[in-house]
């Protein structure tokens, strides 16, 4: 069953489209067919989830974002540059991404060799690649954790700081697999500050479908290789039918409709240093 | 999760020999235990030298005493070879404490006790004073960029490694295994196979991490900061001591 939701009022974004996927179609080398015909466009400044059950094909989408798989048929696109191997270098800086476990992520001795890893591939050196991995790190709120190994983080420090190491290469758009797997409630939220706070467009590739309604005013549902649902977060979440047939399912006692998704208001995270406002704010203790 | 700095070696602390820079206090661990090694065996006041030397460098580090004494214990199988030197060796016998040892014996192992002693203490304290990630620092143009990487990964899975094979080993006991004879030797290889395929598979996801973040095959090399000359004679002053004692001890001998 394919449901079809129109996107036009959930667009927050504006100008032209920073992801542009047409037609993408992937099959992997031992013949199982991952990707069947993915069309999806996000513009500049939008959040979107992307949505579906285990074994949907999310990942093997998101690794075609930034041509680490390369497409069977079809296009990708971002920012008017086309995933190809002539443009890698490029893609994958315009393209920032975390993926689901950061002790994949993060693998320097350091947080910050890990944060400076990136930018120092595109060629920074010295006090420009300091004041870049600085500038990351304050972005999570991880400034006073630069020299730590990341083994002694917790979970969401970890987390935080994959984000600090794709946000040093200036990414136009944030690709997050499964951010909120494995965090305890308090991480989750001083995450989504975080993602909140941040002036970037972001593709969250999740199945919390809280997360996705929390931070997310669109969203896009992926199963079985196609995009089966595009539209404003709430919409498509108290869609029953649509959910059920897609193994979608919200939490006991979880109501979409009552609900809306975060904007980034007036009030500043506690865990990130400078924010939006302009304001100096207090970092926050180690737990 | 509330772990320190370093790792269960490193003493964190702010010190003159926690501060100088790895690749002086690796030159200095180095060249002391080769002019250790040197000394002859009977030369035992050039032993109190060196000992003497190191002390200050502990008593310089404000790393605790009991807490590198504490970590002494991987010296043990010495000692023990040790202690079974002057009854294993042949040659000229003598009685020590009422008992009959071989003279030679008794001699190779002293000397070895001291030897090994004063390396695993200078080791030792450099572990206790220098953050793993800053030795690999050190090393940085002096070894081929690839070992240090290598050692720099190792450094970081180590842990991540360890604490999965200790989640299997209590996966394992928690439905009532218990290795007690050969029979349950397959239980533990499957482990063991299955912590190689995990570690594999892990080593596949950085590899796409680090590709995504624009990795072409040349890592970028770790940050350190250039030692002083007056860094390197201060930290070359443990290895000339020793140099002296074994010199000395060679022409009084």
Not at chain 2, 14 to 25: E, F, G
Not at chain 2, 150 to 158: K, S, T
């Amino acid at each position: 069953m394919v449901v079809e939701v129109t996107a036009d009022h959930a667009r927050e974004g504006t100008g032209a489209p920073v992801l542009t996927v047409d037609g993408l179609a992937y099959a992997y080398p031992d013949g199982h067919q991952a990707l069947y015909g993915v069309n999806l466009e996000v513009w500049s400044g939008e959040r979107v989830a992307l949505l579906g059950p285990n074994g949907a094909g999310k990942t093997t989408f998101v690794l075609h974002l930034n041509g680490i798989l390369e497409a069977g048929r079809g296009t990708v696109e971002v920012s008017g540059m086309a995933v190809a191997k002539a443009n890698l270098a490029e893609i994958r800086r315009r393209v920032g991404l975390v993926f689901q476990d950061p002790d994949d992520q993060l693998f320097m001795p350091t947080v910050a060799d890990d944060v400076a890893f990136g930018p120092a591939n595109l060629g920074f050196s010295g006090a420009e690649l300091a004041a870049k991995v600085e500038h990351a790190l304050e972005q999570v709120g991880m400034a006073d954790y630069a020299k730590r190994p990341p083994h002694h983080l917790s979970y969401g420090q970890r987390r935080r700081v994959a984000v600090a190491t794709v946000l040093a290469m200036q990414p136009e758009i944030l690709v997050l697999d499964e951010p909120s797997s494995n965090l305890d409630p308090q991480s989750r939220r001083e995450l989504s500050d975080i993602l909140l706070a941040l002036d970037i467009t972001i593709l969250m590739v999740t199945h919390d479908l809280p997360y996705a309604l929390e931070l997310c005013p669109r969203s896009v549902v992926l199963s079985e290789g196609v995009i089966v649902a595009d539209g404003e977060t709430g919409q498509v979440l108290s869609d029953e039918a649509l959910m059920r047939a897609h193994r979608l399912e919200l939490p006991y006692g979880f109501d979409p409709r009552q609900l809306h998704p975060r904007r980034y208001g007036g009030s500043c995270p506690p865990s990130v240093d400078i924010c939006k406002t302009g304001q100096r704010h207090q970092l926050q203790e180690d737990t | 999760m509330g772990a320190g700095h370093g790792h269960r070696l490193h003493f964190h602390g702010h010190s003159a020999v926690h501060r100088l820079p790895a690749q002086c206090k690796l030159l200095a661990l180095v060249l002391f235990v080769l002019c250790v090694v040197a000394t002859p065996r009977t030369a035992y006041w050039a032993y109190a030298l060196d000992a003497a030397a190191l002390g200050v460098c502990i008593a310089a580090s404000r790393v605790p005493v009991g807490y590198l004494a504490k970590r002494m214990l991987i010296e043990l199988p010495f000692v023990v070879f040790a202690l079974l030197l002057p009854f294993i060796a042949l040659g000229d016998r003598t009685v020590v404490l009422g008992v009959e040892v071989s003279a030679e014996g008794l001699e190779a192992g002293l000397s070895l006790l001291a030897k090994a002693t004063l390396g695993v203490v200078g080791g030792l304290l450099l572990a206790a004073t220098t953050e793993p990630r800053d030795l690999l620092a050190g090393l940085e143009g002096r070894l081929p960029r690839q070992l240090i990487q290598i050692m720099a990964m190792m450094v970081r899975y180590l842990d991540v490694t360890s604490d999965q094979m200790r989640r299997m080993r209590i996966a394992r006991e928690s439905r009532g295994f218990v290795a007690r004879n050969p029979r349950h030797w397959p239980v533990l290889a499957q482990g063991a196979g299955a912590l190689f395929v995990r570690s594999y598979e892990r080593g596949e996801r950085v590899h796409l991490a680090m590709v995504s973040r624009g990795y072409v095959g040349q890592l970028p090399g770790l940050v350190h900061d250039e030692a002083t000359t007056r860094e390197w004679v201060t930290s070359l002053a443990l290895p000339t001591t020793a140099a002296v004692a074994a010199v000395a001890g060679w022409w009084l001998r």
